[in-house]
């Protein structure tokens, strides 16, 4: 069997979703497919959740109807009998209503994966729906009682032994040749629907594709495939066809885009490949991830990870922060769930380089106990891996530099942002 996953941006039309219509005609082979929310509407349902969270029913009804006119009026140009898609998300939306309407917003990870995984529920039920309709039979699936995860909101880890029983169990496919389940959620053993952190729909294919032994994964998206940088960042960029696990975990953890970094490890683990196709040239052959390749990556392979922020912590004692203050700082920073890209110390501080979130003042307060804290907010962090001069002058000349790292083949230069 094979894993197929679109993205938000593949579905986020009629034609989007016409266009699955067609690649998945194609296939003749059992397949799961992953789908994420449509268009921008995670974005839109963290809005109705702060809304929530504030006690302003109002303002998150209001928002919610918004999201429900989004998706009325794609299924209004796919269908032929809209009632059909209407009628299908009707029940999704009430749930939603009377949950805003009724529910005490108190823990807002929890309600964040609560309120904000119906984005996904609703896509595949109008894609399930639909498909079915157009002589695609396929068994429409509620992750949410497959996919059991620990009660880590709004970053889940998934349980694979149970997930794995549910799973083949779900997905037999005796009745069906294809289903369809959602990407990004699923839920902690007592049934609370969580989430498994943004962009996390790559994620749910790999391990979907590791749960049931698939031939292979691919990821569907709106670019050629794995460029050596972001188009809309840099110039000349080129494709790379071939890549290694090892070069795509590398990437991803330096902030590539292109697929979410907890992805590669379930399907390296199973050694099953993974390739980056383009959504609208589904006849080009786009990238492939897999244990060894024939064309080792020749091309220098930059990476901008945004929103970085630059904290320096001295033990307060003045002690040698490597000897005795180091995991305590970890420790800190690991409970509060900063995202760590960059570390270096000296004889009397660390300093990291982490993803600004709303997580970052927790910490910071909790490591002024210890440590006397410093920090700077509005920085990128810049990867180059395959470096060499001309390049380095290329993208950081003109460019005020925090800190940066060599080793043999990669650069990285912490800039304050433009
Ligand atoms: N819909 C979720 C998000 O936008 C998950 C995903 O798209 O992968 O973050
Ligand atoms: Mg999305």
Same mark, same amino acid.
């Given at each position: 069997m094979k894993v197929y996953k679109f993205g938000g941006a593949s579905v986020r039309s009629a034609e989007g979703i016409h266009n699955i219509v067609r690649i998945v005609s194609t296939v003749d082979t059992q397949l799961f497919i992953v789908i994420s929310a449509m268009g921008k509407t995670t974005n839109a349902m963290e809005v109705v959740l702060d809304n929530f969270m504030k006690a302003d029913r109002g303002a998150a009804l209001t928002k919610l109807s918004e999201v429900e006119s989004y998706h009325q009026e794609i299924i209004k140009e796919l269908f032929e009998y809209p009632q059909n898609g209407f009628d299908a998300i009707q029940p999704l939306f009430d749930e939603l209503r009377e949950l805003v309407a009724? #529910?005490?917003?108190?823990?807002y990870d929890r309600w964040y994966d609560r309120l904000v995984s119906y984005g996904e529920i609703i896509s595949t039920t109008i894609v399930s729906v639909f498909l079915n309709e157009s002589g695609i039979k396929n068994t429409w699936l509620d992750m949410r009682h497959l996919l059991v995860t620990d009660s880590n909101f709004r970053e889940a880890n998934v349980h694979m032994d149970e997930s794995q029983k549910r799973l083949n169990k779900a997905a037999d496919?005796?009745?069906?040749?294809i289903y369809i389940g959602q990407g990004f959620i699923g839920a902690n053993l007592k049934g609370n629907p969580t989430t498994l952190g943004r962009e996390g729909s790559d994620y749910t294919a790999a391990v979907v594709g590791n749960l049931l032994d698939a031939e292979s994964v691919s990821i569907w998206k709106d670019?050629? #495939?794995?460029?050596?940088?972001d188009p809309r960042i840099f110039k000349n960029t080129v494709h790379i066809p071939e890549l290694t696990y090892m070069d795509a975990v590398e990437l991803a953890y330096s902030?590539?885009?292109?697929?979410?970094?907890?992805?590669?490890k379930p399907l390296e683990n199973k050694q099953i490949p993974l390739y980056v196709r383009p959504f609208n040239h589904p006849e080009e052959t786009g990238s492939v991830i897999k244990?060894?390749?024939?064309?080792?990556?020749n091309v220098p392979v930059l990476i901008l990870r945004k929103n970085q922020v630059l904290v320096t912590v001295r033990p307060r004692d003045f002690s040698f922060v490597l000897e005795e203050s180091l995991s305590k700082a970890f420790a800190v920073m690991h409970k509060h769930r900063l995202k760590i890209s960059m570390i270096q110390s000296s004889a009397v501080t660390i300093s990291v380089c982490v993803d600004n979130s709303r997580y970052l003042a927790g910490a910071l307060d909790e490591l002024a106990n210890d440590f006397r804290v410093t920090y700077n907010e509005h920085l990128e962090l810049l990867t180059i891996r395959g470096t060499n001069d001309q390049i380095i002058s290329d993208t950081t000349s003109e460019r005020e530099i925090l800190l940066s790292q060599h080793t043999r083949r990669t650069a990285r230069y912490l800039l304050k942002e433009l």
């Open positions: 009724t #529910g005490v917003g108190d823990d496919f005796n009745t069906s040749r670019v050629p #495939g794995i460029l050596n940088a902030g590539a885009q292109i697929i979410h970094p907890k992805t590669i244990s060894t390749t024939e064309r080792p990556i």
